[in-house]
């Protein structure tokens, strides 16, 4: 069974830095994509950022690109998501994302619009950007 844990949210002022951890279990081969999703209550989930775990292929939402960064530390078998430049506008509970169906191929251009056939989410981590 894959499971997701995320780590690293908290509270940051505008225009600092932080990142989130994703930690994986389960997964068999490296042919999986991880990515992450925001959700502020009351709207819709936003699509951040995704890697692909076999190729390194990354992709990021407008909203985030140039100020966020998604990278891997496969030993570890964790996936990070560097923030930077935190607007108020970023403030969301970040998901850790990924499906056991579609291998890595849902991570591409459009992955943002794929929200609704990933089956394995995390908990999610609480980010706060406020003076």
């Known amino acids: 069974q894959v499971q997701l844990v995320e780590s690293g949210g908290g509270l940051v002022q505008p225009g600092g830095s932080l990142r989130l951890s994703c930690t994986s279990s389960?997964?068999?081969?490296?042919?999986?994509?991880i990515g992450w999703f925001r959700q502020v209550p009351g709207k819709r989930r936003e699509g951040v950022s995704c890697?692909?775990?076999?190729?390194?292929?990354?992709y990021y939402s407008d909203s985030v690109r140039g100020r966020f960064s998604i990278s891997k530390d496969s030993a570890s078998n964790a996936v990070y998501l560097q923030m930077n430049d935190l607007r108020p506008e970023d403030t969301a509970r970040y998901f850790c994302?990924?499906?056991?169906?579609?291998?890595?191929?849902?991570?591409?251009?459009?992955?943002?619009?794929?929200?609704?056939?990933?089956?394995?989410w995390g908990q999610g981590a609480l980010v706060t950007v406020s003076s």
């Open positions: 890697l692909n775990m076999l190729d390194d292929t990354s």
């Open positions: 389960g997964f068999s081969g490296n042919d999986y994509a």
């Open positions: 994302v990924s499906d056991t169906s579609w291998a890595a191929h849902w991570c591409r251009p459009d992955f943002f619009r794929l929200e609704g056939f990933l089956n394995v």
